[in-house]
Nanobody
Framework: QVQLVESGGSLVQAGGSLRLSCETS????????MGWYRQAPGNKREMVAT???????NYADSVKGRFTISRDMAKNAVYLQMNSLKPEDTAVYYC???????????????WGQGTQVTVSS
């Protein structure tokens, strides 16, 4: 059973920084794209940043220049460095990954349980 576990969410003042981590556990044969999404109260879940196996990144316009996504292939982990945080960044942040648990199966979409990021003004 594959699981994604996020950590690093917290309460921080505007202008501050946080680093989110997401580690996988269970049977992992291969991971394709990994990413971070967020959902604020009353809003739809939105993409924050994604990274491919080859390291190609994609960011939401609202976080470009402030957030950096990275991954550790050996640890099957993905990280999100968030700088210059704004109150509008407040949301539950979710880790997402396309994972193949065995050479015999295809890729499936997995989500973490979410970690709360709150930015005070």
């Amino acid at each position: 059973q594959v699981q994604l576990v996020e950590s690093g969410g917290s309460l921080v003042q505007a202008g501050g920084s946080l680093r989110l981590s997401c580690e996988t556990s269970g049977s992992v044969f291969s991971i394709n794209v990994m990413g971070w999404y967020r959902q604020a109260p009353g809003n739809k879940r939105e993409m924050v940043a994604t990274i491919t196996r080859s390291g190609v990144t994609n960011y939401a316009d609202s976080v470009k220049g402030r957030f950096t996504i990275s991954r550790d292939m050996a640890k099957n982990a993905v990280y999100l460095q968030m700088n210059s945080l704004k109150p509008e960044d407040t949301a539950v942040y979710y880790c997402n990954a396309d994972i193949k648990s065995s050479r015999w199966f295809g890729y499936n979409d997995y989500w973490g349980q979410g970690t709360q990021v709150t930015v005070s003004s």
